[in-house]
């Protein structure tokens, strides 16, 4: 289809009455507006006779064109200008929410009560590893695996220390029943209580 074809055409769809009706907003703010678009765009008479279009038919299709990205730029300009924006606050919030290992132990023993013995012994594990962050003998973080915890522990603790061997038991018997799939028992917390215990004991 050649160019000139394409312009008539378009001009012919523009010159419809459903693109041709009277703004809601008064006709004066419109010319003020569009006097201001060529004041800082001096090509735009360019543009119109580029087109065969006036200025405000072309404002009025660029403004269909950008319509449905208007809620992604209202969301991007929003989380821009917006520095105390909801996500950041729940992150903080969840931050400082953060469980205790004297919590996680409280979960355990709800477990417990419960007869969910599998859970307590997972929170008696979580709440070893809370132990140790808290006193900075744990530096690896969340990521870290339970071998790098335990290379961490003998480097700072020493492999004779009672409470190591304490967490390296305590270890393996939550390793043998949470990816083991192994039945966890009331006699498997309680010996992982008081493993936890000699872990607090051979820290003071």
Not at 116 to 130: G, I, Q, T, V
Not at 148 to 175: D, I, M, P, T
Request: proline letters at 4%; one cysteine or more.
């Amino acid at each position: 289809m050649e160019f000139e074809r394409l312009r008539i055409e378009i001009r012919e769809i523009m010159a419809g009455p459903e693109f041709n009706y009277e703004p809601w907003w008064r006709q004066d703010w419109l010319a003020k507006i569009l006097d201001f678009f060529r004041r800082i765009f001096p090509g735009a008479g360019l543009m119109e006779e580029f087109f065969g279009l006036p200025v405000e038919t072309l404002l009025k299709w660029i403004g269909l064109l950008l319509l449905p990205f208007l809620p992604f730029l209202l969301f991007r300009l929003g989380r821009n200008f917006f520095p105390g924006d909801p996500w950041k606050r729940e992150e903080r919030k969840a931050a400082r929410t953060k469980n205790t290992w004297q919590e996680l132990k409280r979960k355990a023993e709800e477990a417990a009560g419960g007869g969910d013995f599998l859970y307590a012994l997972r929170f008696l594990y979580l709440s070893a590893l809370e132990f140790f962050r808290a006193r900075q003998l744990l530096t690896s973080g969340k990521g870290g695996t339970d071998r790098v915890h335990l290379k961490e522990l003998a480097l700072s603790l020493g492999e004779g220390n009672r409470s190591y061997l304490a967490f390296q038991q305590l270890v393996g018997l939550f390793q043998e029943k949470w990816y083991g799939l192994r039945e966890c028992r009331p006699g498997d917390y309680h010996r992982a209580e008081k493993l936890v215990a000699v872990i607090g004991e051979g820290n003071h």
